[in-house]
C-alpha cells in the first residue's frame, strides 16, 4: 500500500496495489508544505508539515486522528524516515540544532 499527502485539499490517501483508494479528511492546513510521508511500525503515519513546522502523526486506531509535533522556530522537517531502530527520523533544515 502507498500513501500520499495532497495539501490542496488537507487529505491523506490510501492507495492499493489493485488501484484502490481511500481518502481521510485532516484539520485544514495540516499538510501547509509537505515534506514527507513514512509509515512506523504500529500502522500510523509521520507527516513533516514543512511550512508549520512541525511533524504530525496520523494514527487510524481506535479512529483517525491527528497530533503535531512542534520542531521549533527555523527547524522545518523536510523528510522523514522508519529505521531499524523502530524510531522515526527526522531531516530537518534548520538554523539552529532542535531536539524533537
Known sequence: MAWVATSSNDTVTSVTEAG??????????????????????????WLAETNLFRVGRLQFV????????????????????YGPDGAIWIALNSRAPSVV
Open 20 to 45: 484502490v483508494t481511500r481518502a481521510y479528511g485532516v484539520v485544514s492546513g495540516t499538510f501547509n508544505g509537505n515534506g514527507g510521508i513514512s509509515v512506523a511500525a504500529d500502522g500510523s503515519l
Open 62 to 81: 481506535p479512529d483517525p486522528a491527528l497530533a503535531g509535533i512542534t520542531t521549533g522556530a527555523d527547524s522545518r522537517p523536510l523528510g522523514l524516515a
